[in-house]
């Protein structure tokens, strides 16, 4: 079974999925879905409001798009149309994401394969996993430090904002006392700090770092550093990427302690996010090749569907 | 849903699954079935060869039998009759005994959950997920510093083993070169030493040293030491079942690299067998009730069914 894919949306994560997806033994790039003319890249790019023409050539479009505004708005009309898979990431909206898909997948007699990546993603099943082992489990996630791609870009979206880098940097007394079992009530906020560089006219900086400090979700509850740099000082501190971090779950079962841990080293946050959800992608092709429709998690999905590998071999091969 | 269970085997898992299972809040211990006749425990017990009697009481039978020759022997007839889970651990031979048990299984219409525990088990599964994420993915698995049961089993079973331990150590320069990426070519073999503990008469010291070391699958290939010690020392030093591991994936996504570590840590490694194998039979119940038949791996189980949450709770608290 060849895969034949497109990607909408052109930005990182785009890119970087398609130029993961020709590296892949099943897959094929039909194209690229894009609200940009200008692209210049070897690969077809249509416009991505006739995408839905394509449909019978595609049976996996992965959908690369911003959490902020983009896919809330335009994620349910490619799942009408197309096998979908998404990195949404908004964490506390996802069940709302995950309802609005699987409506409408359903519609289209599609699947719709939501939040995958990293976190929300592989630290999900990660966490889930760990969770059910334990009659009492005490879990923490830590991330960074690295850049935040979806902080990054709801930062963006700030009127005057002309470019913006957001470092998730973790609390090492936090991480610490994970490690011994005694994080307690700890909350991501507590866990985490959230520095934020940004690149604006002056006569806005009092306005902007105020909406950054006050967006829901995204840094409200959080201790947050907001510096405003020159266009030559962002450029050459801040345009890495890097990313990574930690599940750490610690329990008893009968009366000794077992400690799991998860953890990820990233160069670069978008390329690791797209083998995510390339491999998600796989899953979604065979899945929905069998009929499956509406919205799945990763929690949904076995292992073996995310390897182009067969189930025969695989337990031959590392079970 | 409570779960009716059943353990079959009560040596150091079977007793670490039962005391679990009743931690679960919806699982229900009906029996453990043995061949001893001289169990004092506080729940009914019933010998093992009129088990298929108990059938219509049992919704998931727990075989916590050895891997050497118990398992083997014992776990299609326990398929014919029951849903099962086992733990078997001999890694070479798991593709047949799936396909004993997928036989057996299939002729009783029941469900057989092959080869769980955390490895195989956990550490299959995140070696399958890992090695999906990279095109080229470099990846090694290192257990220890720990006691491996299905190894001590091994060598108790030897003419003239009065009690054994065996250790699995890490050969630390080996994964270093791991994270490196550079450990190239390194077979479990090369990675790891083998540590054996024997009391036995003298006279028989130099034939079970010989037998150790011409063991197929569990010492052939491997550095292995052979200590022999009176009762006193083993009982002082060699009773602690501590274990661990670490599954380490390295690649490069596009041009940049990502590495994912896997890691336990384990006071008591019947235990946390004890508690993947239990997590896995919440799996199987509820597999099996909607009619799925055959052995099933770690690999072919979607992450939600191991927790006791629903779906939309698990969404709502862990992705």
Redesign the interface.
């Known amino acids: 079974m060849t895969i034949r894919v497109g990607v909408a949306g052109y930005g990182n994560l785009g890119a ?1 999925v398609a ?2 997806v020709r ?2 033994p099943d897959m094929e790039l039909v194209g690229v879905f894009s609200r940009r003319s200008n692209l210049t890249i070897d690969v077809p790019v249509f416009p991505a409001d006739e995408a839905a023409a394509h449909a019978d050539e595609i049976d996996v479009m992965f959908l690369c798009l911003g959490s902020a505004t983009d896919i809330p708005e335009q994620a349910p009309d490619f799942a009408r149309h197309f096998t979908t898979v998404d990195t949404y990431d908004n ?1 506390h909206l ?2 709302a994401h ?1 309802a609005a898909m699987d409506e409408a997948a359903r519609a289209g007699g599609n699947l719709a394969v939501v ?1 995958t990546g990293w976190d ?1 993603g ?1 630290f ?2 990660n ?3 760990a ?5 009492e489990p005490k879990q923490h996630t830590f991330w960074g430090r690295g850049v935040s791609q979806g902080h990054s870009d709801a930062v963006r979206r700030i009127a005057g904002v002309r470019r913006a880098a957001q470092y998730t940097i973790p609390n090492t007394e936090a991480i610490a006392a994970a490690k011994r079992g005694e994080a307690g009530g700890l909350t991501g906020q507590q866990a985490h700090v959230r520095d934020v560089y940004v690149v604006a006219d002056a006569a806005d900086h009092e306005r902007i770092e105020r909406e950054i400090r006050e967006m829901p979700e995204y840094f409200v509850g959080y201790e947050v550093h907001v510096t405003f740099v020159d266009e030559e000082t962002l450029e050459a501190e801040h345009t890495g990427m890097p990313h990574g971090g930690h599940v750490i779950t610690s329990g008893i ?16 946050n978008p ?2 996010t ?3 959800q390339v ?1 998600y992608g ?1 899953a979604a092709a065979r899945l929905a090749a069998e009929g499956k429709t509406g919205a799945l ?8 569907l ?3 590998l067969g ?2 071999e ?3 091969s ?2």
């Open positions: 970087s130029a993961l590296a892949q964490h996802i069940p995950r939040a929300p592989l999900s099943f966490r889930v996993l969770n059910a082992l334990f009659p079962v009968n009366d000794t302690r077992a400690s799991i841990e998860f953890q990820l080293e990233l160069e670069r390329d690791f797209a083998a995510c491999a796989r998690t990763v929690l949904e999905i076995p292992p073996y995310l390897s182009p189930i025969d695989l337990v031959e590392f079970v």
